[in-house]
């Protein structure tokens, strides 16, 4: 009985992101244009803003999760299990020390001034450059680690028959 009622919120939570997340993709693709910079300027929607801010909370809501998930597990696993326990930790610092040489390999040159708006200079400081570095470095490890768990997962199960 628990397992459906989970699955019903978790299917009903999923559509109601994906149904908001359409409606905010349409807004900003067929909401038409500002034009605060004139026609020859490049094109500016006008539901930028709230794409952004919906980006924002899904950003914020699995990060939430992610910790909140990950504690409690944490907290589970060591008080049954010492060692699943600490593998569980063992995830959370991976996760901090990629964060940490990925902010370390990032760059730090800023942008030609004459490259950028006015409004970007102020982004074109060494700490946003590297942080900016450094969630791209961290897409891209992360989605090759998980290419390698899925072809991994699959030898895996191919040789166990």
């Known amino acids: 009985m628990a397992v459906k009622k989970i699955r019903k919120i978790s299917s009903w939570t999923l559509w109601g992101i994906m149904l908001i997340s359409a409606?905010?993709?349409?807004?900003f693709?067929?909401?038409?244009?500002?034009?605060?910079?004139?026609?020859d300027a490049f094109k500016n929607p006008t539901y930028t803003g709230e794409l952004l801010i919906w980006a924002y909370i899904l950003?914020?809501?699995?990060?939430l999760s992610m910790l909140m998930f990950g504690i409690t597990q944490f907290i589970s696993k060591f008080i049954t299990n010492?060692?699943?326990?600490?593998?569980?930790?063992?995830?959370?610092?991976?996760?901090?020390?990629?964060?940490?040489?990925?902010?370390?390999?990032?760059?730090?040159?800023?942008?030609?001034?004459?490259m950028l708006n006015q409004d970007s200079w102020k982004f074109n400081v060494e700490f946003w450059l590297k942080i900016t570095d450094m969630w791209l470095f961290s897409i891209y490890i992360l989605v090759i680690l998980v290419i390698c768990a899925m072809v991994w997962g699959s030898l895996r199960s191919?040789?166990?028959r």
């Open 158 to 160: 191919i040789f166990k």
């Open 59 to 63: 950003l914020a809501v699995t990060v």
């Open 29 to 39: 693709f067929l909401g038409g244009l500002d034009e605060p910079y004139g026609k």
């Open 23 to 27: 409606a905010i993709l349409a807004l």
């Open 82 to 114: 010492t060692k699943a326990g600490l593998a569980s930790l063992a995830v959370f610092v991976s996760f901090g020390i990629l964060l940490v040489i990925a902010y370390a390999l990032g760059s730090d040159i800023p942008f030609p001034s004459n």
